[in-house]
Antibody
Framework: EVQLVESGGGLVKPGGSLRLSCAASGFTFSSYSMNWVRQAPGKGLEWVSSISSSSSYIYYADSVKGRFTISRDNAKNSLYLQMNSLRAEDTAVYYC????????????WGQGTLVTVSS | AIRMTQSPSSFSASTGDRVTITCRASQGISSYLAWYQQKPGKAPKLLIY???TLQSGVPSRFSGSGSGTDFTLTISCLQSEDFATYYCQQYYSYLGGYTFGQGTKLEIK
């Protein structure tokens, strides 16, 4: 069974940093692109970033480009999101998501981790 | 960036109704469209991908159609568990992001 478990969320001050992790199990992690999607409280879904299976291709939403860095460790079956220069508008539940291998749509999601940016 | 616009943003229906949600892309995306269902406090659930392919385990009362810029999600006979928020998403291009629609909240009448 595919499982994705996020961790690392919490309360951080504007301008601060946070690193999210996603522990994957139940599939061959190194074979799939991985993604981060976020959802601000009471709002819709926003794609944040994607990374290919070998980290060769990395993409970011314009709203986080230059501030967030996605990475992965295939030996540890883990996905990461380093978030710097955080803003109030980055407050959201952050989901780790896996596609089916045929496009960047997401068949598997974690439970999400809440990031709150506030002074 | 490709903009995805859903309509309506919300509406009320009764169990047993047939409902249709529309999603329009600001430019052609072929059939690179997915639909998700989300219930409060839960992660989204993939319903349909490639515009019309039902994800494994999803009831056959859900169906999708369209290509290019105009797409629809149809629920043929609403069940109580279908009251939720629905999102479309394009995965045609990462330029500007794999954008989602703003969501359609389906409520019980």
């Amino acid at each position: 069974e595919v499982q994705l478990v996020e961790s690392g969320g919490g309360l951080v001050k504007p301008g601060g940093s946070l690193r999210l992790s996603c522990a994957a199990s139940g599939f061959t992690f190194s074979s799939y692109s991985m993604n981060w999607v976020r959802q601000a409280p009471g709002k819709g879904l926003e794609w944040v970033s994607s990374i290919s299976s070998s980290s060769s291709y990395i993409y970011y939403a314009d709203s986080v480009k230059g501030r967030f860095t996605i990475s992965r460790d295939n030996a540890k079956n883990s996905l990461y999101l380093q978030m710097n220069s955080l803003r109030a508008e980055d407050t959201a539940v952050y989901y780790c998501a896996r596609d089916r291998g045929s496009g960047s749509y997401y068949a598997y999601w974690g439970q999400g981790t809440l990031v709150t940016v506030s002074s | 960036a490709i903009r995805m616009t859903q309509s309506p943003s919300s509406f009320s229906a009764s169990t047993g109704d047939r409902v249709t949600i529309t999603c329009r892309a600001s430019q052609g995306i072929s059939s690179y469209l997915a639909w998700y269902q989300q219930k409060p406090g839960k992660a989204p659930k993939l319903l349909i991908y490639a515009a019309s392919t039902l994800q494994s385990g999803v009831p056959s009362r859900f169906s999708g159609s369209g290509s290019g810029t105009d797409f629809t999600l149809t629920i043929s006979c609403l069940q109580s568990e279908d009251f939720a928020t629905y999102y479309c998403q394009q995965y045609y291009s990462y330029l500007g992001g794999y954008t989602f629609g703003q969501g359609t909240k389906l409520e019980i009448k």
